[in-house]
């Protein structure tokens, strides 16, 4: 039960600062693109270092279970756990920091030049 929890909380943190430092470049430009991958670094470094290894992502926990370095039977509750700290991350941010429509901090996908 612990490791799950941490897995919230590192997914909570790695999700939340990434898009809090995305948004603080699109809104204020207040950061640089090198200063954005910067922070994103840092906070995989600081979970990762303090929390251990988590997996952060779905898709890499169904790669770990896919190839038995995870079990099936936790699966379900390590992917629900990961989307529901992602979700409320998104959420916090858009609570804290308030975006308008037009700051956009997501990825698409562009047209072929």
């Excluded at 038995?68 to 756990?81: D, E, G, I, S």
Aim: with cysteine; hydrophobic share 55%.
């Amino acid at each position: 039960m612990m490791k799950l929890l941490l897995e919230g909380v590192a997914t909570f943190l790695m999700v939340f600062w990434s898009c809090v430092a995305a948004l603080m470049q699109e809104m204020h430009h207040g950061l640089t693109f090198p200063t954005v991958c910067l922070v994103v670094a840092l906070t995989v470094a600081f979970v990762l270092g303090w929390m251990g290894p988590a997996h952060l992502n779905p898709a890499v926990t169904l790669t770990f279970a896919a190839f038995r370095y995870f079990p099936w039977r936790k699966l379900p509750l390590y992917v629900a756990t990961q989307i529901g700290a992602s979700v409320l991350a998104c959420l916090s941010v858009n609570g804290i920091m308030r975006p308008h429509d037009d700051n956009f901090y997501g990825t698409v996908p562009r047209p072929p030049e």
